[in-house]
C-alpha cells in the first residue's frame, strides 16, 4: 500500500509540472504574438512589453518549479546527473534510495516492536490475549518520517514537494490514528482483567461502553487533525454540521433513541453483563451492551439483538438479580400414613433443609398443608442461594433425592393418583411399624425423624461440607 501511495504522488506531482509548464508557453506565445502585431505602431513599446510578460513568464514558471533547498549539493554533482525527465537523474536516484530507507525503518521498528511486545506479555500474562503486532501502526509512522526527512534534502520542485508533503502528513495521521486505536485495546484488555476481580457487575458494562466511546473520540480528533493538514476550513466544517444536525437528527431518530436507551441501561442499571433476563418474549443472559443495541444469549444458543430504545418501554425481568431461588412443591403421603410418620418426615424435611449447605436456613416452610383427593399433601416451601443455575439445579436434585430417601427410612409412601380396593383383614401390626409407640410424644418423633435425616445427610454428603459451584471439564 506504501508503494502505491508513492507511484501517486509522483503521477501527481508530474500532472501538475506539466501543467505548469505548458500554461507558462501558452502564456508567452500569447505575448509573442500580441508585441508581432503592435510592432508597426510602436517597436519600442513593444519590446519593452515583450520583456517585461517573458520576465513574468519566466517568474510564474520559476516559482513553480524552483527547488526547496539550496543547491550546493547539486553543483558537485556530475552534469549527466543534473539532467532527467520532469526530476533530475539525481534526484531520481535520491527518491529511490529514500524509499528504500523508509521501507528499512518501517520494518526495523516494527520488529523491534514484535520482540519487546514479546517479551512484555510473558511478563504480564494479563494480555495474553493480545496480538504481538498490536503496535504495527508505529512502524509507518516512523517510515512516513524518514521519507519526510529524506525528501526534504532533495531540492525537489515546490509543487512536487507540496504535494509529496501533503501526502506523507496524510499517512502520519492515519497511522497515528491507527496506533491511538490499538492502544485503546490495550487499554480495553487492561481494564476488563480488572474489572474481572471485582465484585460488582457495573464495571463489566462501563468498560466496554467506555473504550467505544474512546474510539469514537479518536475517529473524530484523526478527522479535525487530517482535514487541518489538508488546509480545510474546520471552523466552516463544523459549522456546516450544526447547520444539518436537525436533518440529521429527524433522520436519525431511532438511533438517538438507541443511544439514550444505552444511557439509561447504564445509569438504572436494570441488569448486569452475565443476568438471565426475560425482556418481552426474549429469555436468556446478557452478553454484550453496546451504544445502539444489547445482545442476549437464548438458552438455545441463538443471539437475540434488542434496540436500546426498547429496553425503556419493556418490562424487564432479572432473573439473575434473585438473593434466593424458590422451590414450592406438594409431597402427597398416601392416607394410610399414620400421623406419628407425618409428623417425623415433615421433620426430618426440616432437618435437611438445615443441614444442606445453599439452602435459605432462615425462612422456609414444611408442614401437613392439605387433604387431597388422593393423598395428605405436606407443603415444603424453601430457598436456595446459589450463584448460578447450574448449581442451584444440582443442590434441588440433592434435597429431593435425600427427602426419597428420609420416606424410605422412615417407611412413608407416596400417593398418586390411583383408586384401591382394600380387602382389610386383622393381621396384627406390621413389622415396620413397630419401632413406632401409639403414646409417642411429639418430642420424641422429632427426634427420631431428626436423627435419620442425619444419618442420611452424614452418609450422602457429610456433615459441615460445603460443595463448590459447578464447574464443567475443558
Request: hydrophobic share 45%; net charge negative.
Amino acid at each position: 500500500m506504501k508503494y502505491v501511495i508513492v507511484i501517486c504522488l509522483f503521477l501527481m506531482s508530474f500532472i501538475g509540472i506539466n501543467t505548469s509548464v505548458y500554461a507558462g508557453t501558452n502564456n508567452a506565445e500569447v505575448t509573442q504574438l500580441l508585441v508581432n502585431s503592435d510592432v508597426d505602431n510602436n517597436k519600442q513599446e513593444a519590446s519593452v512589453t515583450a520583456d517585461e510578460t517573458s520576465t513574468k513568464d519566466e517568474s510564474s514558471l520559476t516559482l513553480l518549479i524552483e527547488p526547496i533547498a539550496d543547491y550546493d549539493l547539486r553543483s558537485r554533482l556530475p552534469l549527466i546527473l543534473r539532467e532527467g525527465f520532469l526530476l533530475e537523474y539525481w534526484q531520481w536516484i535520491g527518491v529511490f534510495f529514500v524509499i528504500i530507507l523508509g521501507s528499512i525503518a518501517d520494518k526495523t521498528v516494527a520488529w523491534l516492536l514484535k520482540i519487546n511486545m514479546l517479551r512484555w506479555l510473558k511478563k504480564h500474562p494479563v494480555f495474553h490475549n493480545l496480538d504481538t503486532t498490536t503496535l504495527r501502526p508505529l512502524g509507518l509512522m516512523a517510515m512516513a518520517l524518514v521519507w519526510w526527512a529524506g525528501l526534504s534534502l532533495l531540492a525537489l520542485p515546490v509543487l512536487a514537494w507540496s504535494i509529496i508533503s501533503i501526502a506523507v502528513k496524510l499517512l502520519v495521521s492515519l497511522s497515528g490514528i491507527w496506533s491511538a486505536f490499538r492502544l485503546v485495546d490495550i487499554l480495553n484488555v487492561f481494564l476488563m482483567e480488572k474489572v474481572s476481580k471485582t465484585v460488582t457487575k457495573f464495571d463489566d458494562l462501563l468498560v466496554p461502553m467506555l473504550t467505544k466511546s474512546l474510539k469514537v473520540f479518536v475517529i473524530v480528533i484523526g478527522i479535525i487533525f487530517v482535514a487541518d493538514n489538508l488546509n480545510v476550513d474546520v471552523t466552516s466544517l463544523l459549522a456546516g454540521l450544526g447547520l444539518g444536525g436537525l436533518a440529521f437528527a429527524l433522520a436519525a431518530k431511532d438511533l438517538i433513541g438507541n443511544f439514550f436507551g444505552s444511557l439509561t441501561v447504564l445509569l438504572d442499571r436494570p441488569f448486569h453483563i452475565g443476568d438471565w433476563v426475560v425482556i418481552g418474549d426474549v429469555e436468556g443472559s446478557v452478553e454484550e451492551v453496546g451504544f445502539r443495541s444489547t445482545r442476549i444469549r437464548t438458552f438455545y444458543n441463538s443471539l437475540v439483538t434488542l434496540p436500546n430504545a426498547l429496553l425503556t418501554t419493556t418490562k424487564i425481568d432479572n432473573m439473575g438479580a434473585r438473593r434466593y431461588r424458590r422451590m414450592r412443591t406438594m409431597l402427597s403421603l398416601t392416607y394410610s400414613t399414620a400421623p406419628e410418620k407425618i409428623d417425623a418426615f415433615c421433620e426430618g424435611v426440616r432437618t435437611l433443609i438445615q443441614l444442606h449447605p445453599y439452602m435459605r436456613k432462615d425462612y422456609y416452610h414444611v408442614y401437613f398443608n392439605e387433604y387431597g383427593a388422593a393423598s395428605l399433601d405436606i407443603l415444603v416451601y424453601v430457598f436456595w442461594e446459589t450463584p448460578d443455575w447450574n448449581t442451584e439445579l444440582r443442590e434441588r436434585h440433592r434435597f429431593l433425592v435425600d427427602i426419597l430417601r428420609l420416606a424410605k427410612q422412615l417407611d412413608v409412601e407416596f400417593a398418586y393418583p390411583t383408586q384401591t380396593i382394600y380387602l382389610k383383614k386383622d393381621h396384627g401390626q406390621p413389622e415396620s411399624e413397630e419401632q413406632f409407640n401409639p403414646a409417642m410424644t411429639q418430642d420424641e418423633a422429632f427426634l427420631m425423624g431428626k436423627q435419620q435425616a442425619e444419618v442420611i445427610v452424614n452418609k450422602t454428603l457429610g456433615e459441615g461440607i460445603k460443595p463448590g459451584p459447578v464447574i464443567f471439564p475443558k
